[in-house]
């Protein structure tokens, strides 16, 4: 893990944390969801495996709204490496990271340097995808 980035280089990988953060608390959120129907008594409310979500780009631009539909258990498999995040094709900011895997609706980039977890406030950034 690399803390000496310059500082807008810092900034933008910590908003795609954030950003991978609130996408990831969907996930928790379902699961919560499911486990409260297993108590319940109501097991057949409980979501389909690979249910299609809109999770938010997990680009640097803090004003992107943009969402990318991908199945639950897609997003997890993704993410199971730490480095890696989901954005809108050309959402990528070439500097900081690298694109890994091409879809129709997203891609995959990667991070060439990490930076610590950020808190919650998302970064201003110059980076914008409109």
């Known amino acids: 893990m690399t803390t000496d980035l310059p500082i807008a280089e810092r900034r933008q990988i910590e908003n795609e ?34 249910i299609l979500l809109l999770f938010k780009c997990e680009c640097s631009d803090e ?14 498999t993704i993410h199971e490496n730490r480095d890696t995040f989901i954005v809108r094709p050309n959402h990528q900011v070439d500097p900081i990271e690298k694109v890994i895997s091409i879809e129709t609706e997203y891609s995959v980039v990667k ?19 409109s």
């Open 17 to 50: 944390m954030i950003f991978r953060r609130m996408n990831e608390k969907v996930g928790d959120d379902l699961g919560a969801l499911d486990a409260m129907h297993i108590e319940d008594g109501n097991p057949h409310l409980i979501r389909d495996e690979d």
């Open 111 to 129: 991070k060439n340097n990490s930076a610590p977890e950020p808190g919650k406030k998302l970064n201003d950034t110059t980076i914008d995808n």
């Open 63 to 76: 004003d992107c709204s943009v969402r990318v539909p991908l199945k639950l258990s897609e997003y997890q």
